[in-house]
């Protein structure tokens, strides 16, 4: 009984303690001093190996290496002429959604270091005084530059939907146009009718590919802050 009485009265006590919450102004966070900024490095590697070549285990089905992108009021009717596998008619309401795919997508990205820090800003109000405001500051340094290495897609083509997609919807992913990887034939009939070549063959069809390797130098930084009705560009 006595342990029980000593609980609750612990727990009483923890009820009663509380911390208010302080509004603080420009003047109070300017007198708060913080410790140093942090040096970050961020590395994005998409559909890649360890050696940077395109990984063809992850993207063995070639559709789930796709970015899409669907436009509003971008449809195809079927009219005369037209195969099953493509219609031609536009059409802003109804019909077979068009995409704008990027295939073979892979790449990577190294920001090697940028740097993350609290500083103080100064500039000229419209009134004319001095302000001084804290902010944030991201800077960059020309001495550790932004690598791309092989980033990029292999083509970028127009599908469409094999449904009408206003209508309905399929069950079978081959239908959707942002996974359709249709594929460049060796045969000699295809490279007879210019459909097809030796270089081609084997990889997904499409108007045009992007390929970047590169090093990037920048030098500067930007600083981020709460903008108010002092400053004359806000």
Known sequence: MKKMLLL????????????G????????????EGQAGA???LKLALNQKRDGTFDKTICSNPGYCHIALS?????VKWQAGDTNDTWTQPDSVSGRKLWLVFKGMQGMINV???GLDG????????????????????????ASPIQIRNFGFEALSIEQDSFESTAAESNFEGDYGYLKAPKYSDSAQDYANFKSSNYDKGKETGFTGLMM???MALNGKVMIFSCDGSHPRC
């Open 21 to 32: 919450l302080v509004e603080l102004d420009n003047a109070a966070l300017q007198a708060i």
């Open 71 to 75: 436009l509003n009021n971008r449809f």
């Open 8 to 19: 609750i009265g612990c727990l009483l006590g923890f009820s009663t303690a509380q911390a």
């Open 39 to 41: 040096d970050l490095s």
């Open 213 to 215: 390797n590169g090093n």
């Open 112 to 114: 090697q270091r940028l």
């Open 119 to 142: 500083v103080d800003l100064k500039y000229k109000s419209k009134d004319g005084p001095e302000i001084l405001k804290p902010s944030i500051q991201l800077s960059f340094s020309a």
